[in-house]
């Protein structure tokens, strides 16, 4: 069956229906705070520190809660306290739809039972990089930094599929961004998020509301964001003597060229959606724009109506 979160499996075989799982999931997103906010509901931070932290772990590839240590705004037995409460308080979907009459419990072992038999084969933990695949290394940082800095920046959680090999010219069916790395590895970092995605991403990063014709903000947040993980993967190549510098970050739409090499593609499955992240080991031009840069300039003008 490839892939699912819960919800979905059982969407899929027909056990709930859409409205009822949509209706559960805004409830478990109201009810499941976040570290931070369970902190400061006990009374050890407050909004200011809050954000501070956030901001810090734009930059460090670290826990919210060990930086909160670090930064001296809790001890360990207040994290330690506030992990607890966090845990205490967490509903999980099988039981949010429980809760609401939509799934008995009984149907609920059941069917967690069979769900967990389901995903065993693609839930590893690792991170697979095929063999012969030229810095390894630099593929599996990518892989696990886009996965935290989308639950970490974004409060995205997912669960990354096998990857592919990718061909060698990409589709880009929706917002796209490439960063060109250059140093001790030449390639580039492709992250493409679907348009309801990259609001959601954009909302996280302005930290407010965004609405689709805010086409100019939305894409300046997601070039920001994969900043930041280029920015971070930069940092923990270079703790293993690898330097990279990172070019700006380019929008593209429509189909991103390989530079005639092929790379590969990860797919981060989302509850709602899927993010897709490539990595190609392919150095940029002179210029530091490969063939077709001017066309997805011109794409993306045409498509979110900047003149």
Known sequence: ???????QYLLEKGIITRDQLLEAMEFQRSHNLRLGEHARRLGYLNE?????????QRHQDLPFGEL????GFLTPKQLEEVIAAQRAHHLYIGE?????????REALERELEAFHADQAPYRTGRVEVPPGIPHPEAVEAAVDLTGKLLQRVAGIQTVVGPCRVA????PVPEDGIRVNLNGSLDGTYLLVLSRAMSLQVAG??????????ESEYVLDAVKEFANIVVGNLAAKLALRGQNVTPAPPVYLSGVHPAHGVDGLIYPFHAAEDTVEMGFFWVPATASGSPAGGASESR????????Q
């Open 204 to 213: 996280a990063m302005l930290q407010r509301s965004v609405g689709p014709e």
């Open 167 to 170: 061909p060698r010219q990409v």
């Open 68 to 71: 909160a240590v670090r930064l």
């Open 299 to 306: 794409g993306h003008k045409e498509r979110h109506g900047i």
């Open 1 to 7: 069956m490839g892939i699912k979160f819960f919800g």
């Open 96 to 104: 949010v739809l429980v809760q609401k009459g939509f799934l008995s």
């Open 48 to 56: 200011e520190q809050i954000q501070q932290i956030h901001a810090a």
